[in-house]
């Protein structure tokens, strides 16, 4: 039986890479970009690697939690299951921006975005026993310089530490997951990617930016093999029973001192829900 598998960011990078490797292991795929031509075509390269590949997309702005909303609920209405949800979409913005919903930015897309579509399709994950959420995070979140009372960073904001937070964030959100919704037959787990040589942080101008792209240069990986992490955790029996871990390089790793605190997972969770309860 095809698994129906949704992937956040689908349209360039892991996300994309991720998705040709599960449409040739049969998957069922359902895709979320921001840009509907970049949805289209990655659509079409993955039907002429595989002709009867089934692949659908939806375009949305993950940044606005009404768009995640509005997500949700229409893959409700077109969907009656989904086996695993893939959030990878990400960003780096090196500068401070504001989202139509008074939300900045990086929070907004990197961490809002997760645990808003999470838990709008969790009931839907959960009707097939062995559903699997799976967070693409990053080994940046260990130099997360984390303050839950400011998650906004409204003052003295640096881009960099603020994309290393919402990964921190990543990995909280997971960990509290797998404790609330224990026993609805569903895994949660995050990952570390790897340094992978993506358009990741293109968007940016300036030293930032540059920074990036040396380093993509001197050491990244490609992007087959940043993805192999999302691939293993969505089709490994291996894991079929294993939740609220970190992964790196498709073996359980720790991730970092803060992100183990349940007062810190506990508070996130509530916070997060404010932002979502203020704007719906």
């Given at each position: 039986?095809?698994?129906?598998?949704?992937?956040?960011?689908?349209?360039?990078g892991?996300?994309?890479?991720?998705?040709?490797?599960?449409s040739?292991?049969?998957?069922?795929?359902?895709?979320?970009?921001r840009n509907?031509?970049?949805?289209?075509?990655?659509?079409?390269?993955?039907?002429?690697?595989?002709?009867?590949?089934?692949?659908?997309?939806?375009?949305?702005?993950?940044?606005?939690?009404?768009?995640?909303?509005?997500?949700g609920?229409?893959?409700?209405k077109?969907?009656?299951?989904?086996?695993?949800?893939i959030?990878?979409?990400?960003?780096?913005?090196?500068?401070?921006?504001?989202?139509?919903?008074?939300?900045e930015?990086?929070?907004?897309?990197?961490?809002l975005?997760?645990?808003?579509?999470?838990?709008?399709?969790?009931?839907?994950?959960?009707?097939?026993?062995g559903?699997?959420?799976?967070?693409?995070?990053?080994?940046?979140h260990?130099?997360a310089?984390?303050?839950?009372?400011?998650?906004?960073?409204?003052?003295?904001?640096?881009?960099?530490?603020?994309?290393?937070?919402?990964?921190?964030?990543?990995?909280?959100?997971?960990?509290?997951?797998?404790?609330?919704?224990?026993?609805?037959?569903?895994?949660?787990?995050a990952?570390?990617?790897?340094?992978?040589?993506?358009s990741f942080?293109?968007?940016?101008?300036?030293?930032?930016?540059?920074?990036?792209?040396?380093?993509?240069?001197?050491?990244?990986?490609?992007v087959?093999?940043?993805?192999?992490?999302?691939v293993?955790?969505?089709?490994?029996?291996?894991?079929?029973?294993i939740?609220?871990?970190?992964?790196?390089?498709?073996k359980?790793?720790?991730?970092?001192?803060?992100?183990?605190?349940?007062?810190?997972?506990?508070?996130?969770?509530?916070?997060?829900?404010?932002?979502?309860?203020?704007?719906?």
């Amino acid at each position: 039986m095809s698994k129906t598998c949704i992937i956040t960011g689908a349209t360039d990078g892991i996300g994309k890479q991720t998705a040709i490797e599960l449409s040739l292991l049969g998957f069922n795929l359902i895709l979320v970009g921001r840009n509907r031509e970049k949805c289209e075509s990655v659509c079409q390269e993955i039907k002429s690697l595989k002709r009867d590949a089934s692949v659908k997309f939806y375009t949305s702005d993950l940044s606005l939690v009404s768009n995640v909303k509005e997500l949700g609920d229409q893959i409700k209405k077109d969907y009656d299951h989904v086996d695993i949800l893939i959030n990878n979409v990400g960003a780096y913005f090196s500068q401070h921006h504001l989202t139509s919903e008074n939300i900045e930015k990086t929070l907004a897309l990197n961490h809002l975005g997760y645990f808003a579509l999470t838990n709008t399709l969790i009931e839907m994950i959960s009707i097939r026993r062995g559903g699997r959420v799976i967070n693409v995070a990053s080994g940046a979140h260990f130099r997360a310089k984390f303050d839950i009372n400011n998650l906004q960073m409204k003052d003295g904001y640096k881009g960099w530490t603020a994309y290393c937070n919402s990964k921190l964030m990543n990995i909280l959100f997971t960990y509290q997951a797998h404790r609330i919704y224990n026993g609805k037959n569903i895994t949660f787990n995050a990952l570390h990617p790897g340094f992978v040589d993506t358009s990741f942080g293109d968007n940016n101008v300036g030293f930032g930016k540059n920074i990036l792209s040396i380093g993509k240069k001197l050491i990244s990986i490609n992007v087959r093999n940043g993805a192999k992490t999302s691939v293993y955790l969505s089709t490994s029996n291996e894991v079929m029973k294993i939740s609220g871990k970190y992964f790196e390089k498709s073996k359980i790793v720790s991730s970092s001192k803060i992100s183990y605190s349940k007062l810190h997972q506990e508070k996130l969770w509530q916070i997060s829900q404010d932002f979502i309860d203020a704007i719906n």
